[in-house]
């Protein structure tokens, strides 16, 4: 694999900043380089740090075997649900942008992401929606089993989950074809997600869910490229009744991120060429 660099061209300076300072995009990085900066992402090591606190919780208040099995159980199963839901109906809603106090949240922890699927700053979630949600998908359910010591492995569970879930969709971006057929699929569903049409294959690393309610698809299933693939809807005629994502952004930009960097597409031009994120 090409060992291109990892650090953005637009800034000469951009090596003299501390690591996570600097602009990182996974389509210019192997599985080497993303797994250095992603022990080093400043969520991460809070996810484990917190499940470090978790185990500790778990040995002050211990639960029965059975009941730890059982709440980490339902983190398991009910993590990807939960996921699903918000990805689809809060990340994919057509409503945080028109709330001038969600929309910087929105635009930080969605919208960005889908208008460059690569830039790696972006990929990862914001601490302070991500850990309210893994509580309260995890505690109640745990606590609910095993008490105190139910809901630290529930818990755990949710933020170990989460970095898998990190890990994996970080991988999905990257230039570099899995050698497992199983992460191949993974891989192509979420490619479809972000450059080909929007709605639909929401689980990112799990789509049973997907299938269940009817939203998982496959290329050759939707013919027809969706137009807001990079910008979910968020264009320039809702810009001027709810304008707060635009002015964060210094404009909308609809073509492919790639394909813009280099000048090869209007900023506002749907992308006619099809194609993965790598």
Not at 52 to 81: D, Q
Not at 237 to 261: C, D, F, M, N, Q
Request: proline residues 5%; contains cysteine; charged residues 20%.
């Amino acid at each position: 694999m090409s060992q291109s660099p990892m650090l953005s061209p637009d800034s000469a300076d951009d090596a003299r900043l501390p690591f996570w300072k600097r602009s990182h995009y996974l389509d210019r990085m192997d599985l080497k380089q993303l797994s250095v900066a992603y022990f080093q992402h400043y969520t991460i090591m809070a996810y484990l740090a917190l499940t470090a606190l978790c185990v500790a919780a778990w040995f002050a208040y211990p639960a029965a075997a059975l009941a730890t099995a059982g709440s980490v159980l339902a983190g398991v199963v009910i993590y990807p649900l939960v996921w699903h839901l918000l990805h689809q109906y809060v990340l994919h809603g057509r409503w945080m942008w028109r709330w001038k106090v969600l929309a910087p949240t929105w635009k930080r922890i969605h919208y960005d992401h889908h208008q460059d699927p690569n830039h790696l700053e972006v990929l990862f979630g914001a601490l302070h929606t991500t850990l309210p949600t893994i509580a309260l998908a995890t505690l109640p359910v745990g606590w609910l089993i095993g008490g105190a010591g139910g809901a630290a492995a529930a818990f755990a569970t949710g933020l170990l989950t989460t970095c898998y879930y990190e890990y994996m969709h970080c991988i999905q971006h990257l230039a570099f074809k899995p050698k497992w057929k199983w992460v191949q699929t993974m891989k192509q569903r979420h490619v479809e997600h972000h450059y080909f049409d929007e709605d639909g294959n929401f689980g990112i690393t799990n789509y049973f869910w997907d299938r269940v309610l009817g939203t998982y698809y496959e290329k050759k299933d939707r013919p027809k490229r969706s137009a807001t693939v990079f910008n979910l809807g968020y264009d320039e005629e809702v810009a001027k009744r709810w304008p707060w994502v635009k002015e964060l952004s210094g404009g909308i930009a609809s073509g492919h991120p790639r394909r813009r960097a280099m000048g090869k597409e209007a900023a506002g031009e749907p992308s006619r060429h099809p194609g993965a994120g790598a």
